[in-house]
């Protein structure tokens, strides 16, 4: 049986401006044009429902009530294969301020051309769940401060896990546009689940019992280029239970904006499921990506606004079973796995049709 390993969903907004200078990692060419990316940051979670139960390391998203993170790197790659940071220092942002608002993170000048790929680098981390602290970076060791033992710091020679200490956690996505010159402008998303970012520690000292959040060793980028119409959000169930091994319906929300002010129609959608372990850090096909023939309701997107799309799925129990069998992957009864909702929708905005995929953060499903 495959060792099963773990991501959660993050999630950011890039916006490429052409305006503001504000910060200068660019070569030393005079002649150089530049433009103005402009990173925000945010917390698409929309969930269907106001409670959330624990089960396994799936947090209770109410006594979760600070997640900062720290960001010690934010580069482009453009297309000579060269590097611009956009980050002159470390910045931390608390997601937990950020759910459904949106912050500014960093703006900086970089020089017009095409860009291939963004690089994301987390170095820090400091959670308070269950009014226990939890801190861990690359240049400190992981701490816990409980509180029920007020004044009494718990540190990696009691066992408090330190998720850096391999080192700061990079994430790296295609990311393809063109800043043709100094007017263009790029608006891209970068999002980031608080929620699904953490998960529950046990920690045990002497005959005491407490629970911290810890960040998550891997995390899951979404980037999304705010060109015409983009999902920007989406509501998932918390939770998938089987009865008696049968397939489970079920929808999911998804939120449609339309960057461009024109409109459109999503003509089609498709559903798969992936597999991602017991703790969402695997990405592995759990069925074949098929034509769903649920109607989309409604199926037109605003011009301006946002638009809330309900799409109806299925989650094929003994299928994805028998397929991931055949991987290798073996499901153990009354064990919490996740997997993630992956769509393309076929859209038609403008006179013009494209396909437009989408994973949505992963789902706990717990075995029969």
């Not at 397939?247 to 559903?271: K, L, M, Q, R, W």
Request: net charge negative.
């Amino acid at each position: 049986m495959k060792k099963l390993n773990a991501v959660f969903p993050l999630i950011i907004i890039l916006g490429i401006l052409s305006s503001s200078l504000i910060f200068n990692s660019c070569k030393d060419d005079p002649e150089e044009e530049n433009a103005t990316v402009s990173i925000k940051i945010y917390d698409p979670r929309d969930p269907q429902s106001s409670t959330k139960t624990t089960d396994g390391d799936i947090i209770n998203s109410d006594d979760l009530t600070k997640c900062e993170i720290t960001f010690s790197s934010i580069q482009l790659k453009n297309s000579e294969g060269e590097y611009v940071e956009l980050l002159s220092s470390s910045t931390t942002v608390d997601l937990r301020n950020l759910q459904g608002t949106v912050g500014d993170l960093v703006s900086a000048e970089i020089p017009t051309g095409s860009y291939t790929e963004i690089s994301v680098t987390v170095s820090g981390v400091s959670t308070t769940y269950e009014n226990n602290n939890y801190t861990a970076s690359t240049s400190a060791s992981a701490t816990a401060t409980i509180s029920t033992t007020p004044g009494v710091t718990y540190t990696e020679a009691q066992g408090v896990t330190n998720v850096f200490a391999g080192g700061a956690i990079t994430f790296t996505y295609p990311l393809a546009f063109t800043l043709a010159d100094v007017s263009d402008f790029e608006n891209i998303h970068i999002q980031f689940d608080a929620d699904a970012a953490v998960y529950i520690v046990s920690f045990d000292y002497e005959t005491y019992s407490w629970n911290f959040a810890g960040i998550r060793p891997q995390l899951n980028l979404g980037i999304i280029i705010e060109e015409g119409i983009q999902q920007i959000r989406h509501s998932p169930p918390y939770g998938i239970t089987i009865v008696s091994q049968s397939e489970v319906d079920y929808y999911g929300i998804h939120t449609f904006v339309d960057f461009a002010g024109n409109g459109g129609t999503i003509n089609s959608h498709t559903s798969q499921h992936v597999f991602r372990g017991s703790d969402g850090t695997l990405l592995v096909d759990a069925e074949t990506m098929e034509t769903n023939n649920n109607p989309l309701t409604p199926n037109k997107v605003n011009a301006s606004g946002e638009t809330d799309i309900r799409a109806d799925e299925t989650f094929k129990y003994d299928e994805i079973v028998s397929n991931l069998a055949g991987q290798g992957y073996t499901l153990t009864s009354g064990e919490t796995y996740y997997f993630s909702l992956r769509k393309t929708w076929n859209i038609t905005t403008n006179g013009q049709t494209y396909d437009l995929t989408r994973i949505c953060e992963p789902i706990p499903v717990v075995i029969p």
